[in-house]
């Protein structure tokens, strides 16, 4: 069965996402992962074959990808028991004793933390590996609406040079019209270098977006790690795709699916466990021990326990008797976890002013659509076919068909950028909230 564009581009995103995974998995203690596919980007390329080619290769994702991993590394280390300690002792004057003299002893000793004292550790541990996950969702997010951004930023421009040139090869036509009129004295010369300086300005106007491409090309290949100057396809036209925006419930639920405030709500639990570990570190730890001594037989008479090693079993205790080191450890606990609440909030409030204005646009742009599309956008070429007509009769002057063909290039043009920023926005959307508001629905 074949898939539609839409699933094809969403397999191949998935795909990208799981051979990052899987690459950094397989490689164990390598630098450099091999790829397990490789994504070209042509002509038939879409948007989300970019994300697909950015997920990929961009070196900060694959970063924040690995900081999960190390992260994730630290729980095992953090719940584990000390190392046990081996201990040897060699008399250099042996001690005598009655059953022999002794000349050397072993001795082995583990300690161990307060009760439950590792298992909060790794709590701590495992909140932090948490919200490093969430920072590498977050960090997958940003990267994807950066790549939206400047791909719908440079289809922008691929559809404002091809306007252009449509206007260039009209003004060429008035120009001729102008001409004609001219040579069969029915016109005058003025129109004709009013078209031909129209022409100019135009082909000026052309010559600034065809410039603008290089920046715009180096910006996305900078987001899928390509070289900046890397040629890049033109994408193919943004399709306006409406969608319906409710704003009390994107806010309801940017709490649960905004990958950085996850990562904040892991950040807050971390911290209110750290304060109890904190008061842990006001209890004592013990030590168990147990050693041989090497004894040699005895050198005066045979008792009956001559030359028999004697085993010792000890227990060490540390005292935390520094309180004053305790208490203000709790208390530096206490205001991370302060701290913590409070970014949390802090960030929950930001998000929701940039919501609102993300919502704003999106729907200002969609006005535009709509009023350029459906009205004003037919009204210009209807104007601008009703000034020909009268020009060519004689009943028009040629001042009122160029600004009439300017109007129609303004316009087209506007309606090009409302879709740009329609789509822009929408990815501005989704990104603040964390999730896809595809579909009639969010």
């Known amino acids: 069965m074949e898939l539609s564009t839409r699933n094809r581009g969403m397999f191949l995103t998935v795909l990208a996402t799981l051979g990052l995974i899987l690459c950094s998995t ?42 999960w991993k190390a ?54 541990a495992g909140q932090a590996a948490l919200a490093t996950q969430q920072r590498y969702e977050a960090a997958k997010q940003k990267l994807f609406y950066e790549v939206k951004d400047a791909y719908y930023e440079y289809a922008y421009l691929a559809k404002a040079i091809e306007i252009t040139q449509e206007n260039i ?17 029915a016109g005058g010369h003025p129109a004709v270098i009013r078209a031909q300086v129209e022409w100019g300005k135009l082909d000026d106007r052309q010559r600034t977006l065809e410039d603008l491409r290089k920046p715009l090309t180096a910006r996305l290949n900078g987001a899928l790690n390509r070289p900046a100057r890397a040629p890049l396809p033109w994408p193919g036209p943004t399709v306006f795709e409406p969608v319906v925006v409710h704003e009390e419930t994107l806010m309801a639920s940017m709490a649960s699916s905004n990958p950085n405030l996850k990562a904040m709500g892991f950040e ?11 008061r842990k570190n006001t209890r004592p730890g013990f030590a168990l021990g147990l050693s041989a001594i090497d004894t040699g037989n005895a050198v005066y008479g045979t008792p009956p326990d001559s030359g028999k090693d004697p085993v010792v079993a000890s227990l060490s205790m540390t005292i935390p008797l520094w309180q004053g080191k305790n208490r203000a450890s709790i208390r530096e606990a206490k205001l991370r976890h302060l701290v913590a609440q409070k970014d949390e909030k802090n960030a929950l409030n930001t998000l929701h002013t940039q919501l609102q204005m993300a919502i704003y646009k999106l729907q200002d742009a969609q006005r535009k659509i709509n009023l350029y599309g459906d009205t004003l956008l037919p009204k210009a070429n209807e104007s601008l076919k009703v000034t020909e007509s009268a020009f060519r009769a004689g009943s028009g002057n040629f001042t009122d068909l160029i600004d009439a063909q300017r109007i129609l290039l303004e316009f087209a043009l506007a309606k090009e950028r409302a879709l740009a920023h329609y789509a822009q926005g929408q990815a501005k959307i989704e990104y603040l909230v964390g999730r896809p508001i595809e579909g009639p629905t969010p």
Not at 100 to 122: H, I, N
């Open 71 to 124: 992260a994730l590394e630290r729980v095992p280390q953090v719940k584990a028991l000390p190392d046990p300690k081996f201990e040897y002792k060699y008399f250099i004057d042996e001690v005598e004793t009655r059953v022999g003299p002794q000349r050397q002893s072993f001795g082995l000793m583990q300690a161990f933390p307060w009760f439950g004292k590792l298992e909060l550790a790794g709590d701590v």
């Open 268 to 278: 807050v639990t971390q911290n209110e466990r750290s304060v109890r570990l904190a």
């Open 169 to 185: 090869t009209l003004v060429k036509h008035l120009e001729s019209v102008a001409l004609s009129r001219y040579q069969a004295s």
């Open 26 to 67: 397989v490689a164990g203690d390598e630098t450099t992962p091999p790829n397990v596919t490789q994504i070209t980007l042509d002509d038939s390329s879409t948007l989300q074959d970019y994300l697909a080619y950015a997920a990929l290769h961009n070196p900060g994702l694959e970063a924040a990808f690995n900081r």
